[in-house]
């Protein structure tokens, strides 16, 4: 158990929150998360929870017109109110207890002690509080030992974890995600009982999983969270698809590696490296659909052909169900369809045309294309993964040469339809779309320069033949 040294507490704000408080004759506490990650020494937090001793949204009003706060926000219901104040945002609450019906996570409340609003909270590092009236300035509450949890590193309910967990079960997300985010353990009694109660996660809403689900993503390192929900029967309820990632298949001599391990070093691979949140889940879905391609063959072993195109269509609906943003979902499908395309070219060898048309399909996403395919280069054989990191350094080489060169990313044609219609003397159809075909290929060929008056003068050069028959070109992405 590490020592934590007690943080001091006196800040100008808590100062004067305090004698509003004496002045109006209740008692204040600040509490939660701040207490929490001051006893850390994590970066004070702007979202600030206390508790009051009395009515919460009458208090909020208190100290709104103390420190000039133009705007207070009650919410009646809850009995809470909520204040912006510079940089920060500062809830109140009046102490209260929580009776649960079992089909809800909203609970019925009524007023109680600061011990039984306490005794409500999810976890005991985040039931801790400090006493903010000048009396007792900086006295620690803390009925269920939070601070020797912080110290010990422990996720640990203050009640009954069944109770804890069947209550409100977006507090098993919840520890999973504290766990990752701390890189604490869970207690075995409360990892107990956030098993045994996983099923209750059916009751809570679709956007509050995914908002647990992308914190723990947002984490250094992610996979831990996941392998939670893997050995705790979580995954299986709210990520069936990856759940289905686990397991090793041998036949004969032939064995392929368990694609779920697999999926989360490259997920920790790109935490390393980037903390873009959509990356990561790109990371995540990247080989979803290799269950679903798995096949056999007796001569090469393993195979999951097609899994690329499978699976970018098959996180289109699970980005759907996960209630992610439309762009979100489009840029993850991008790099799922793509994510083998840098691979082959370190693997076949690398011509400009290749890259050209891999710049051309990738656009702005390029860069963050080769971070995944990088972070995908695994195995338990370091020599193998030296190799073909090398190899796919070359392809990066490459790829910034070309580029530079031929300016494709968020290629635009050099020759605009009108422009194609006024000089052939066309009318809109598909003709104009062959000529602009024909002339985007001869780009991403190398044949001539992406510029206008080179493409110009190969449409002149080929118009009639152009005019004259259908033109079938391939498509970049082929």
Known sequence: MRHI?????????????????DEMGVQVYVVGGYVRDRFLHRPNAQDIDF???????AFAKGVAQRLGARKVTIYR?????HIRHRRHSLEFVGARKENYRGDSRKPAVEGASLLDDLARRDFTINAMAVALNPDNFGALIDPYDGRDDVAAGIIRTPLDPHKTFNDDPLRIMRAIRFSCQLQFRIEPATRAGLAAEAHRLSIISQERITDELMKILQCPRPSIGFQIMDETGVLEKILPECAKLKGVDYIGNHRHKDVFHHTLKVLDNCAAVSDKLELRIAALFHDIAKPATKAYDPVIGWTFHGHEEIGARMFQAIG???????DTIEYVTKLIRLHLRPIHLSEEGVTDSAIRRLIFSAGDEIDDLLTLCRADITSGNPQ??????ANFDHVERRVAEVEEKDRLRNFQPPLRGEEIMRTLHLLPGPLVGKVKKAIEEAILNGDIANEHDAAFDYMMQRKDELLAHPVTVKSPAE
């Open 5 to 21: 040294r007690k943080p001091s507490f006196r800040t100008v704000l808590f100062e004067t929150i305090g004698r509003v408080a």
């Open 51 to 57: 508790v009051v001793t009395g009515d919460g949204p």
């Open 77 to 81: 219901r809850f009995g809470t109110a």
């Open 320 to 326: 759907r169900r996960l209630r992610l943003a439309s």
């Open 384 to 389: 193998r993964v030296k190799k073909h990191l």
